[in-house]
């Protein structure tokens, strides 16, 4: 009786179950970066492995940044609702004798293929008095709250207009500004920013580290793609190949 030698099937088997399989990535192309943080097309790690420069994702550290957006920290993608989650600064004034602000937020998606996604985010604001989201001049939206004794909520994520007050964003903004007034007599404190609802809703995403300047703001960006851009990639869990929206 002949004995097959096991080692040849052996190696054989190791060598099939050793490959990694990119499952949301071009062929050749890693889809991870970290140990949490899945790396799907249209982005991609590198220039090679994105659908083109937008959509350049940089691995620094175990940490993925979009490079074309001033690398900002990259922390997830939504497929089906084609979205990506970026992390972003407050806009705050505290203890400050004027009590108008206004600052322009540092990302200004004119020229890219993004937008504020108006159905994935909330403005929020956290102070005592008024806040409001412009662009050239024109109100876009904003809330206002009622404190006691001026003080600022200490409640999580409650934001029904006691010291903490939310509301929703239009269609298709590229850039803006946020104005805080009536912060208190004495400047007091306010903070208004933009943050992903379901980062807000779960609660991975506290009011409280936002005013202590601990947390990173979860914000959503909605992505678009030419018509020329070619989608033959990839075989993953959102079906057999991606279909992305394009104007």
Not at 195 to 203: A, E, F, N
Not at 227 to 247: M, S, Y
Request: glycine share 8%; hydrophobic share 35%.
């Amino acid at each position: 009786m002949k004995l097959l030698h096991p080692y040849p099937y052996l190696l054989t088997f190791l060598s099939i179950t050793s490959v990694s399989v990119s499952k949301f990535a071009k062929t050749g192309c890693n889809d991870t970066c970290g140990n949490n943080v899945t790396i799907p097309y249209p982005f991609g790690i590198g220039v090679d492995c994105s659908a083109n420069e937008w959509y350049i994702v940089e691995c620094k550290s175990s940490t993925p940044y979009l490079s074309a957006l001033n690398h900002l920290e990259f922390l997830g993608v939504d497929l089906n609702n084609q979205t990506v989650i970026v992390s972003t600064p407050r806009v705050s004034n505290c203890q400050n004798s004027i009590q108008n602000m206004s600052q322009i937020m540092s990302i200004d998606l004119h020229g890219s293929p993004f937008l504020f996604c108006s159905y994935n985010n909330r403005f929020l604001f956290n102070g005592c008095g008024n806040a409001v989201m412009m662009e050239n001049g024109s109100v876009l939206t904003g809330c206002s709250t009622s404190c006691l004794k001026e003080t600022v909520s200490e409640r999580n994520n409650d934001c029904f207009g006691i010291s903490c007050c939310q509301t929703t964003i239009p269609h298709f903004i590229k850039s803006y500004s946020i104005n805080l007034t009536g912060l208190g007599r004495d400047g007091g404190c306010g903070y208004a920013f933009l943050v992903d609802v379901d980062s807000y809703l779960k609660g991975s995403f506290s009011i409280q580290s936002v005013a202590a300047n601990e947390a990173l703001i979860p914000m959503s960006l909605m992505w678009t793609l030419p018509h020329n851009t070619t989608l033959n990639c990839c075989k993953g869990a959102a079906g057999p190949f991606l279909q992305f929206w394009r104007p």
